[in-house]
């Protein structure tokens, strides 16, 4: 199960912080992504860590200014958000998949999904 937490409403220039729990022992042993679904739009991904958490992978729109990290202590990962602007406003969900492959970009290849929280920028 994960849960993600945190959204809110934050004016366009400003930052928010979102997190997601994930319940499971093996929390180590996941690639972590995060993703967001904007209304009329696809999912797009824009962050995913590798389990030990030593990859990250930005999506080109966020580059610089979200910052995706994981505590695999406390099963939780963060994405820091910052320079946000209102093309950022979306639903954002956290996603995992347990493997000792290469972690992928694509939506369809996690098997494991929160429940979203939402991130308005105005």
């Known amino acids: 199960q994960l849960v993600e937490s945190g959204g809110g409403s934050v004016q366009a220039r400003g930052s928010l912080n979102i997190s997601c729990v994930a319940s499971?022992?093996?929390?180590?042993?996941?690639?972590m992504g995060w993703f967001r679904q904007a209304p009329g739009k696809e999912r797009e991904g824009v962050a995913r860590?590798?389990?030990?958490?030593?990859?990250?992978y930005y999506a080109d729109s966020v580059k610089g200014r979200f910052t995706g990290s994981r505590d695999n202590a406390k099963n939780t990962l963060y994405l820091q958000m910052s320079s946000l602007k209102p093309e950022d406003t979306a639903m954002y969900y956290c996603?995992?998949?347990?493997?000792?492959?290469?972690?992928?970009?694509?939506?369809?290849?996690?098997?494991?999904w929160g429940q979203g929280t939402q991130v308005t920028v105005s």
């Open positions: 996603a995992a998949r347990k493997t000792r492959a290469a972690c992928s970009t694509a939506s369809s290849w996690y098997d494991y």
């Open positions: 499971t022992d093996t929390y180590s042993h996941y690639c």
């Open positions: 860590m590798s389990p030990g958490g030593s990859t990250t």
